[in-house]
């Protein structure tokens, strides 16, 4: 499985940015799919995912309400469409994949991925 994550770049405060994160190879029917970023001399953090149907959706406090994350299981396509951006969402932003439909706290382990893309740059000037 590949996952090609796109659409990152530099932008000024309060601007946009849309993430697409597609993926390729093996057919998977059902899958969690998650944002993970990593800011300069930091960890990495979720900041955003979505289950298998779209029924259920997870966001990091410090970017609910100017983050939303969708899918489009026919494309086999995760979005991360970042509105608002503070100079504070810099970072390097991974795409991942949980497979199975489970759904919950454990959702947050970035160990419960299994399928990472490459990352995108996001910079947001202020």
């Known amino acids: 499985v590949q996952l090609q994550a796109s659409g990152g770049g530099l932008v000024q405060a309060g601007g946009s940015l849309r993430l697409s994160c597609a993926a390729s190879g093996r057919t998977f029917s059902s899958y969690t799919g998650g944002w993970i970023r990593q800011a300069p001399g930091k960890g990495r953090e979720l900041v955003a995912a979505?289950?298998?149907?779209?029924?259920?959706?997870y966001y990091e406090d410090s970017v609910k309400g100017r983050f939303t994350i969708s899918r489009d299981n026919a494309k086999n396509t995760v979005y991360l469409q970042m509105n608002s951006l503070k100079p504070e969402d810099t970072a390097v932003y991974y795409c991942?994949?949980?497979?199975?439909?489970?759904?919950?706290?454990?959702?947050?382990?970035?160990?419960?991925?299994?399928?990472w893309g490459q990352g995108t740059q996001v910079t947001v000037s202020s």
């Open positions: 979505i289950n298998w149907s779209s029924s259920g959706t």
């Open positions: 991942a994949v949980k497979l199975g439909t489970a759904w919950g706290t454990q959702v947050r382990a970035l160990l419960a991925y299994d399928y």
